[in-house]
């Protein structure tokens, strides 16, 4: 029998020390808002409802995590009463009857899946509550699990627990799970007969221990409970994010030459065989074939990269980019929105956006598919085995055949055809003796600048 699981996420917090103009769980974690982190979390690990305790900016909050789950409902919460006032925010959802009820927070982006999937097999083995734990470095100011024989018996507060409590190093991360068919009466019989007034989450576990019902913690890594409440916060947990998924590529055999220096998006797919050179950065939507070499420091956003294609170093490519296999990118050049063909070749210093390039063709240092009027794109279209020489502007809309021969330093206007050989500039001309009369010229201008103290000396004064 499936159960069904019902996952709430607390995203109701003010966020103030984030300091920031949108709500804190919409700040993004490898380019993911921290929020869908949690939610996508969870439904990995089989939640099929989702409902989002939201407070500011909720229904930005609501559209986010719309992107990856279907099934969500919000319930706003106009007052801050405890972790477990903000929980019956959703009671509706609560009173639905799923078996599971996981309770999350989505400033917490790191928790794992098969975190979750464990809290769920300990209620399936028929406890009541399971609180998810963790052992941070120095667990002073968390609450400690105090366990007997296999269960827990106690979430002490720092401040009232023994010496002997203290010592504990099993903490509270704040993830709990709860059997959803008590899940309602555990959370009425919750007060607030405390300093602050308010309902707390940790109360549940002395609740069911009066029931007579079983208690049980779980531990999670210190890394993946790891909470953002300010920008230094964000930051480390971005680290700890890129760390993990660095590691995941090296075993899955992607060459990473300095991994420390190599910042991934939540959703880059890089096959085995790829090598990584230093300094490169992938923003979202990237897909490397395996083979596939990116030199140093490259930026790469929504772009395919085929199998042994060669990038960079010191290359751009921006979104719509994709690179058939064999092809090549080199250094200082953009591509934004191309498709590159199988052995095509855009040597160094070249931008090549809205164009398609045929297979084996070899773009030159320098060229530049001009694909802007001020108003609207166009396209270039650089056909199989085409070369195009140093230097060359090539002006959209604009088609050069296959097999053609664009001569270096042109401008091209106009359509050249299949085979054909074009030359568009101006033809040189010598005249002699007049680079010696420049440059005395220039060497006299510059010597009556000097005397004259640096003063700019005018073409009608000199």
């Not at 409590?165 to 709990?176: H, L």
């Not at 998924?245 to 060459?255: H, K, Y």
């Not at 923003?283 to 074939?289: C, E, F, S, T």
């Not at 290359?315 to 199988?342: H, M, Q």
Request: glycine share 10%.
């Amino acid at each position: 029998m499936v159960r069904r699981c019902l996952s709430i996420i607390l995203a109701a917090g003010e966020g103030t020390r984030m300091k920031s103009s949108m709500s804190k769980v919409l700040h993004p974690v490898a380019g993911l808002e921290m929020i869908r982190h949690v939610a996508r979390a969870a439904a990995a690990a089989g939640s099929s409802d989702l409902a989002v305790v939201v407070g500011r900016d909720g229904e930005a909050v609501e559209a986010a995590v719309r992107q990856d789950v279907g099934t969500v409902a919000t319930f706003p919460q106009h007052e801050r009463l405890g972790t477990a006032h903000a929980v019956l925010a959703a009671r509706t959802a609560i009173a639905d009857g799923a078996d599971d009820v996981l309770v999350l927070f989505a400033d917490t982006p790191l928790i794992r899946p098969e975190t979750l999937a464990r809290a769920r097999a300990v209620l399936a083995a028929g406890a009541a509550v399971c609180v998810v734990g963790f052992r941070p470095a120095d667990p002073t100011g968390y609450g400690r699990l105090v366990e007997q024989d296999g269960e827990l018996v106690a979430i002490r507060e720092e401040k009232d627990a023994s010496a002997e409590e203290r010592a504990i190093g099993f903490c509270n991360a704040g993830v709990m799970a709860f059997a959803g068919a008590d899940a309602l009466e555990m959370f009425d019989s919750i007060g607030n007969a405390n300093a602050k007034g308010e309902y707390y989450l940790t109360d549940l576990v002395e609740i069911a221990r009066r029931a007579g019902r079983s208690v049980r913690a779980i531990e999670a890594d210190a890394d993946e409970v790891t909470g953002v409440n300010n920008r230094a916060e964000l930051a480390a947990v971005e680290a700890l994010w890129q760390d993990r998924r660095r590691r995941a590529a090296m075993l899955d055999g992607v060459t990473l030459q300095d991994p420390a220096t190599v910042y991934f998006s939540h959703d880059t797919e890089i096959a085995a065989d790829v090598t990584i050179e230093p300094s490169v950065v992938f923003g979202p939507g990237v897909r490397v074939a395996s083979g596939a070499t990116i030199h140093a420091f490259c930026h790469i956003e929504q772009a395919s990269i085929g199998e042994g294609v060669s990038v960079g170093p010191f290359a751009r490519l921006r979104p719509g980019t994709r690179l058939a296999a064999g092809s090549k990118v080199g250094n200082f050049c953009e591509v934004k929105n191309a498709d590159i063909g199988e052995g095509a070749k855009i040597n160094h210093l070249s931008y090549v956006g809205d164009a398609t390039v045929g297979d084996a063709a070899n773009l030159g240092a320098g060229t530049i598919t001009c694909n802007y009027d001020g108003a609207m794109k166009h396209l270039t279209e650089i056909g199989a085995g085409a070369f195009i020489g140093s230097n060359s502007a090539l002006v959209a809309p604009v088609r050069i055949g296959g097999g053609a021969y664009v001569g270096t330093g042109s401008v091209i206007t106009d359509d050249v055809p299949d085979d054909a050989l074009a030359i568009a500039r101006q033809r040189q001309v010598n005249k002699p003796g007049r680079g010696r009369e420049i440059t005395e010229r220039n060497k006299a201008a510059k010597a009556a600048r000097a005397k004259s103290g640096g003063a700019v000396i005018s073409r009608h004064q000199s």
